[in-house]
Nanobody, 126 residues
């Protein structure tokens, strides 16, 4: 059974940093795209960052480009999202997502990811 578990969320002041972690189990995700999405209250879930199979490509939403970095430790089946220079508008529940194996397309939409974690809350105070 595929399972994704996020951790690392919390409360931080504007300008601060957090690192989110996603532990994957049930299969090896080094051969799949991995993504981070977020959902603020009353809003749709939106794309944040994604990393292609084997790190071949990384994509970021314009709103986080230059501040957030997605990375992975394939040996440990972990994916990370380093978030720097956080802003109040970054406040949301952040979700880790995994794509289908051996699909090289890096999706920026939720439909490209069949596997999801339960989410971790990030709150940025002004």
């Amino acid at each position: 059974q595929v399972q994704l578990v996020e951790s690392g969320g919390g409360l931080v002041q504007a300008g601060g940093s957090l690192r989110l972690s996603c532990a994957a189990s049930g299969r090896t995700f080094s051969s799949a795209a991995m993504g981070w999405f977020r959902q603020a209250p009353g809003k749709d879930r939106e794309f944040v960052a994604a990393r292609g199979w084997g790190g071949s490509r990384t994509l970021y939403a314009d709103s986080v480009k230059g501040r957030f970095t997605i990375s992975a430790d394939n040996a440990e089946n972990m994916v990370y999202l380093q978030m720097n220079s956080l802003k109040p508008e970054d406040t949301a529940v952040y979700y880790c997502a995994a794509g289908r194996a051996y699909i090289r397309v890096v999706f920026t939409t939720t439909t490209g990811y069949p596997y999801w974690g339960q989410g971790t809350q990030v709150t940025v105070s002004s």
